[in-house]
């Protein structure tokens, strides 16, 4: 499994890191995609270390880089591909959090799009889980497998464009009520008229998540 490389930012307060953030870019994007939300999100956990991660294989369009194939989007292909990344996140939060020097649950998970299914795969899996997860304009992936994969109940957070024509709002629906049913605390909210993308709403959803869960 291909080791993971990350552009990081933090802490804002220039002190001790207390926390670590990661954020897992979309298809076709890369590790400068989202490193911009660690300012934005800096005043709810100003001790935090944001790490933006590459996925771990290049797009074959020659942009970018994707956390797993979709060319074929068959559900077993689809949950092979999800537990392949989820493997390889786990190994660098590992490395990332013994690197900075952090115990095991002080951490974040955030995602957008196919980030959003690789966050949510792994950090409900996790032995440790995060402090919250933040999924937005994702899925979630063989939402069956939860109820005995699952490993912990962290908070969740979803937030999708209600017009959002890539991954549709539905997607978050469904996860939604996939969560509730596991017994996974859950808030989600979508956006009227937003597609796929982030915006303030999301932003300010986001920081109050990474606010309470680190608290």
């Known amino acids: 499994m291909p080791e993971l490389t990350a552009e990081r930012w933090g802490p804002a307060s220039k002190g001790t890191p207390r926390q670590l953030v990661v954020l897992c870019h979309g298809l076709g994007a890369d590790r400068y ?18 790490a933006a991660v590459d996925a771990p294989t290049p797009h074959p369009s020659g942009f970018g880089r994707q956390w797993w194939s979709v060319e074929d989007r068959t559900p077993a292909v689809m949950q092979a591909g999800a ?10 939060l590992d490395a990332e959090l013994a690197r900075i020097g952090l115990p095991p649950d002080a951490y974040a998970l955030m995602g957008f799009t196919q980030g959003a299914m690789t966050v949510l795969y792994a950090g409900l899996r996790r032995p440790t889980p995060p402090r ?13 497998t939860l109820p005995a994969a699952r490993a912990a109940r962290p908070p969740v957070l979803l937030v999708h464009g209600e017009a959002d024509e890539v991954v549709p709002a539905a997607r978050s629906r469904e996860a939604e009520a996939a969560l509730h049913a596991a017994g996974v605390p859950v808030e989600a909210t979508y956006i009227p008229g937003l597609g796929h993308g982030i915006d303030e709403t999301g932003l300010a959803l986001g920081a109050l998540t990474l606010q309470r869960g680190f608290a």
């Open 83 to 92: 537990a392949a990344a989820a493997q390889a996140l786990d190994g660098f």
């Open 132 to 144: 919250a997860i933040l999924a937005f304009s994702g899925a979630l992936i063989a939402p069956e």
């Open 33 to 50: 995609d989202l490193i911009d939300l660690a300012p934005a999100w800096a005043h709810a956990c100003p001790d935090a270390v944001f």
